[in-house]
């Protein structure tokens, strides 16, 4: 029994042995008991921080390589070109780029990354930037193939701060500007250079230096960047003052030299505050040639010194002088650089400039006062307001002429676009006697203004086209066209050697149903006849009826004699401005 129980106890330590061995097992799993066995489904610890390490670095490569190597494109401000284009990332580039205004678009170049145009730009205009980018082919499937940029940007303008320029004697003529320029021009009556700066500059020398009473005007325009077009020139007015007694004047356009556009303002520089000198008062206008327009418009004054009167519509006609009065007295200078003072005076004229011979060769053509037609060219459209008309006088449409009907060479010889030929003089007389004017060519100041209004009226010619043709060749002919066909024709007589016939053609300038001719004879002998259906061409030469007893060869003293009844028939069929052509 003994025995047994030992053997009973023996196996129950052994038991509790191995229940503790493995409840120590249990609570150490990290136990390298060669039997013990590690769950496979669980993560060590360690590697699951070396891990998310990793995969954190990966990550934060990704995103860096991602912000440094995406293609990205941006336009920023520039200081010397119309924008810069800046590429960001890897791989990109410019495919194109343009500029574009009111109607036009201009190409950009791309110098290093600024955007240049390929013709100068108009300054102080708003223009839009466009751009197209090209990805690298990595990103184009996810971003797309090109980037589209666009941006506004007003080109930069540099405007005159001292229009009026005060100096002594010695010193220069300065002008400033409001930024600095890169390209300046400067015109006066001796230059007209332009000149582009090695360094930008506010201040640009104009003239180096005064004397004594010198007083004039120049035309300077500048732009802040080289791409720009040159803007309108502004005038910068200079005095070297005399003493302070004299106020000196500059009228603009130059009294010596230009001549006032239709629609132009007037300009009135002095040497003093216009306050000091003239107080309120305004000068008056007054036209030279009475019955002309006087000049309708509003007087402002952009400077102290300045007056300036801005026409209200069409005002200053070509052949028109218009006197200005001023309030109290100055000293006009012609407006040159090196030009002094002239007397002093309280009025000065004002010539309107001449106007366009072809654009009134347009309009008389248009009213069937020429054998001409004409045409504007296809897709211009002729204005139908007064002021537009008047843009035309300086500015003419283009377009082509054209002969209505077939005629000799000794008219249509005389024709020539653009030229104040005889043909064309004949034509403004014969409108001047239809709308009531003198026949005074283009001296009338109201030739112009009525034209137009003829033109818009769509006022016809009332009379055909008629021309007299004489042959001095034996026997001596009249032929008397009218709308391109000879409708009469008869002997004529012109004048004897002793006093003869001039060649050449002429408008008829003058008309009597009768009247008496008076002179002397080449023997000495006074005469004083009585003529029928009188129409003078040159001077005292006149195609006219007169009593002979046989016609065709020269027995005049120097007209164009007809047969009474043939002179009766050739009187009511022309008019003022018909031309007469011997030869």
């Given at each position: 029994?003994t025995?047994?129980?030992?053997?009973?106890?023996?196996?129950?330590s052994?038991?509790?042995?191995?229940?503790?061995?493995?409840?120590?097992?249990?609570r150490?799993?990290?136990?390298?008991?060669?039997?013990s066995?590690k769950?496979?489904?669980?993560p060590?610890p360690?590697?699951?921080?070396?891990?998310?390490?990793a995969?954190?670095?990966?990550?934060?490569?990704?995103?860096?390589f991602?912000?440094?190597a995406?293609?990205?494109a941006?336009?920023?401000?520039s200081s010397?070109?119309?924008?810069d284009?800046?590429?960001?990332?890897?791989?990109?580039?410019?495919?194109?780029?343009?500029?574009?205004?009111?109607?036009?678009e201009?190409?950009?170049?791309?110098?290093?990354?600024?955007?240049?145009p390929?013709?100068?730009?108009p300054?102080?205009?708003?223009?839009?930037?466009a751009?197209?980018?090209?990805?690298?082919?990595?990103?184009?499937w996810?971003?797309?193939?090109?980037?589209?940029?666009?941006e506004?940007?007003?080109t930069?303008?540099?405007?005159?701060v001292?229009?009026v320029?005060?100096?002594?004697?010695g010193?220069?003529?300065?002008?400033?500007?409001?930024v600095?320029?890169r390209?300046?021009?400067?015109?006066?009556?001796?230059?007209?250079?332009?000149?582009?700066?090695?360094?930008?500059?506010?201040?640009?020398k104009v003239?180096p230096?005064?004397?004594?009473g010198?007083?004039g005007?120049?035309s300077?325009?500048?732009?802040?960047?080289?791409?720009?077009?040159l803007p309108?020139?502004?005038?910068?007015?200079?005095f070297?003052?005399?003493h302070?007694?004299t106020t000196?004047?500059?009228?603009?356009?130059?009294?010596?030299?230009?001549?006032?556009?239709v629609?132009?303002?007037?300009?009135?520089?002095?040497s003093?505050?216009?306050a000091?000198?003239?107080?309120?008062?305004?000068?008056?206008f007054?036209?030279?040639?009475?019955?002309?327009l006087?000049?309708?418009?509003?007087?402002s004054d952009?400077?102290p010194?300045?007056?300036?009167?801005t026409?209200?519509?069409?005002?200053f006609w070509?052949?028109?002088?218009?006197?200005?009065?001023?309030p109290?007295?100055?000293?006009?200078?012609?407006?040159?650089?090196?030009?002094g003072?002239g007397?002093?005076?309280?009025?000065?004229?004002?010539?309107?400039?001449?106007?366009?011979?072809?654009?009134?060769?347009?309009?008389?053509?248009?009213?069937?006062?020429?054998?001409?037609?004409w045409?504007?060219?296809?897709?211009?459209?002729?204005?139908?307001t007064?002021s537009?008309q008047?843009?035309?006088i300086?500015?003419?449409?283009?377009?082509?002429?054209a002969w209505k009907?077939s005629?000799?060479?000794?008219?249509?010889?005389?024709?020539?676009?653009?030229?104040?030929?005889?043909?064309?003089?004949?034509?403004?007389?014969a409108?001047?006697?239809?709308?009531?004017?003198?026949p005074?060519?283009?001296?009338?100041?109201?030739?112009?203004?009525?034209l137009?209004?003829?033109v818009?009226?769509?006022k016809m010619?009332?009379?055909?086209?008629?021309?007299?043709?004489?042959?001095?060749?034996?026997?001596?002919?009249?032929?008397?066209?009218s709308?391109?066909?000879v409708?009469?024709?008869?002997?004529a007589?012109?004048g004897?050697?002793?006093?003869?016939?001039?060649?050449g053609t002429?408008?008829?300038?003058?008309r009597?149903a009768?009247n008496?001719?008076s002179?002397?004879?080449?023997?000495?002998?006074?005469?004083?006849?009585p003529?029928h259906?009188?129409?003078?061409?040159?001077g005292?030469?006149?195609?006219?009826?007169f009593?002979?007893?046989?016609?065709?060869?020269?027995?005049?003293?120097?007209?164009?004699?007809?047969?009474?009844?043939v002179?009766?028939?050739?009187?009511?069929?022309?008019?003022?401005?018909t031309l007469?052509?011997?030869?």
């Amino acid at each position: 029994m003994t025995d047994s129980s030992s053997s009973e106890l023996s196996a129950f330590s052994r038991l509790r042995m191995l229940g503790r061995a493995v409840d120590k097992a249990n609570r150490h799993p990290q136990s390298t008991h060669a039997h013990s066995h590690k769950d496979p489904s669980r993560p060590h610890p360690r590697a699951l921080f070396i891990s998310l390490a990793a995969l954190g670095v990966l990550v934060a490569f990704g995103v860096a390589f991602w912000l440094l190597a995406w293609p990205k494109a941006s336009f920023k401000p520039s200081s010397v070109a119309l924008a810069d284009l800046q590429l960001g990332g890897a791989g990109g580039h410019l495919v194109h780029a343009y500029a574009s205004y009111s109607d036009h678009e201009v190409t950009l170049l791309d110098h290093s990354g600024s955007l240049l145009p390929t013709c100068p730009l108009p300054v102080d205009t708003e223009v839009h930037v466009a751009a197209e980018v090209q990805r690298p082919s990595w990103i184009s499937w996810l971003a797309g193939t090109t980037q589209e940029l666009s941006e506004q940007v007003r080109t930069p303008y540099a405007h005159l701060v001292n229009p009026v320029v005060l100096a002594r004697p010695g010193q220069a003529v300065v002008a400033k500007f409001n930024v600095a320029v890169r390209e300046v021009s400067v015109a006066t009556p001796r230059s007209d250079p332009t000149i582009k700066l090695a360094e930008p500059a506010t201040a640009i020398k104009v003239l180096p230096s005064l004397s004594k009473g010198q007083a004039g005007t120049v035309s300077i325009s500048a732009v802040p960047d080289t791409w720009e077009a040159l803007p309108k020139p502004a005038h910068l007015v200079y005095f070297a003052t005399l003493h302070k007694a004299t106020t000196m004047a500059i009228l603009s356009p130059s009294v010596a030299t230009a001549a006032q556009g239709v629609s132009s303002p007037l300009e009135l520089t002095l040497s003093k505050p216009v306050a000091k000198v003239f107080g309120k008062k305004l000068p008056s206008f007054v036209p030279v040639v009475k019955g002309a327009l006087v000049p309708k418009g509003t007087w402002s004054d952009p400077t102290p010194y300045t007056l300036e009167f801005t026409p209200s519509g069409p005002q200053f006609w070509p052949g028109e002088q218009i006197r200005m009065e001023l309030p109290d007295p100055v000293s006009f200078s012609a407006g040159g650089a090196g030009s002094g003072a002239g007397s002093t005076t309280t009025s000065v004229v004002i010539q309107g400039a001449p106007g366009s011979t072809l654009r009134l060769q347009q309009m008389l053509a248009t009213l069937g006062y020429l054998p001409l037609s004409w045409s504007a060219s296809p897709s211009v459209v002729e204005p139908s307001t007064l002021s537009g008309q008047a843009s035309l006088i300086e500015a003419p449409l283009p377009g082509s002429f054209a002969w209505k009907w077939s005629f000799p060479t000794e008219l249509t010889s005389l024709w020539a676009p653009g030229q104040y030929s005889v043909v064309t003089k004949g034509a403004v007389m014969a409108f001047e006697q239809v709308d009531g004017l003198d026949p005074d060519g283009l001296a009338n100041p109201l030739l112009w203004p009525s034209l137009i209004q003829a033109v818009l009226a769509h006022k016809m010619d009332p009379y055909p086209y008629t021309w007299i043709q004489v042959s001095m060749a034996l026997p001596e002919r009249l032929w008397l066209w009218s709308n391109g066909k000879v409708v009469l024709t008869s002997l004529a007589n012109t004048g004897i050697p002793q006093s003869p016939t001039a060649p050449g053609t002429y408008p008829i300038y003058e008309r009597f149903a009768f009247n008496y001719m008076s002179g002397y004879n080449p023997n000495g002998t006074y005469y004083h006849d009585p003529v029928h259906w009188i129409n003078y061409f040159n001077g005292g030469d006149a195609v006219h009826g007169f009593v002979r007893a046989s016609y065709g060869f020269p027995q005049s003293l120097g007209c164009v004699e007809l047969p009474v009844p043939v002179a009766a028939q050739v009187f009511p069929q022309v008019h003022m401005g018909t031309l007469v052509s011997v030869y």
